[in-house]
């Protein structure tokens, strides 16, 4: 029999946050809201060339999400279902800007559901000041010194400037 309510209710924001926005944190934040722990669960995953490395990542969520006391930010390696179960959470939260996200999420979802019926993934729909905004795009603009301070915290444009500039010393095509 599957169980729908669970107390204390835990969802995950599983992603690549590469770097967090200020479109993640307007999911994040209403999460919050609704569930009584959120964890912001980022991904480390070998096969996507990141910009920051998880340990930078999970840092600036960190710094980020301070002022959320029922939000924790951790990294994970594995199947999302299986973190899931690790963590005892049960909702997966995403949050949905366009048509255009539609289809992967569905995917995403029905795969994660046929993969343990138990957990249930929600949608929020982005806030719209952000239905345009993306890590890629952030990244993009931060990289041609364009101003990215409407889309992300302060934290996160200093780290952005900082990781540009040192790649740039490396290697000046960059
Ligand atoms: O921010 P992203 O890159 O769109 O996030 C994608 C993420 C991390 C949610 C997704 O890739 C994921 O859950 N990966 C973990 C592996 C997994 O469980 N895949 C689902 C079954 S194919």
Redesign the pocket.
């Known amino acids: 029999m599957k169980k729908i309510k669970h107390e204390p209710s835990v969802a995950v924001c599983?992603?690549?946050?590469d770097p967090v926005t200020y479109g993640h944190l307007d999911i994040v934040s209403r999460a919050a809201e609704v569930f009584d722990k959120v964890i912001v669960a980022v991904?480390n995953?070998t096969s996507?060339q990141a910009l920051f490395s998880v340990g930078e990542r999970v840092e600036l969520l960190r710094e980020v999400t301070r002022h959320l006391p029922n939000v924790e930010v951790d990294s994970?390696d594995?199947?999302?279902?299986n973190y899931m179960k690790d963590k005892k959470a049960h909702v997966i939260v995403?949050g949905l800007r366009a048509v255009s996200d539609f289809e992967y999420e569905l995917q995403?979802a029905s795969?994660?559901r046929k993969?343990d019926e138990e957990i249930e993934t929600f949608f929020m729909m982005s806030s719209n000041q952000y239905s345009y905004l993306s890590s890629s795009v952030v990244k993009q603009i931060a990289r041609f010194k364009g101003p990215v301070n409407d889309l992300v915290p302060e934290a996160v444009e200093k780290a952005l400037d900082a990781k540009f500039a040192a790649l740039q010393k490396i290697s000046p095509l960059v």
């Open positions: 599983p992603g690549s946050f991904l995953n996507k994970f594995d199947l999302l279902i995403k995403m795969v994660n993969l």
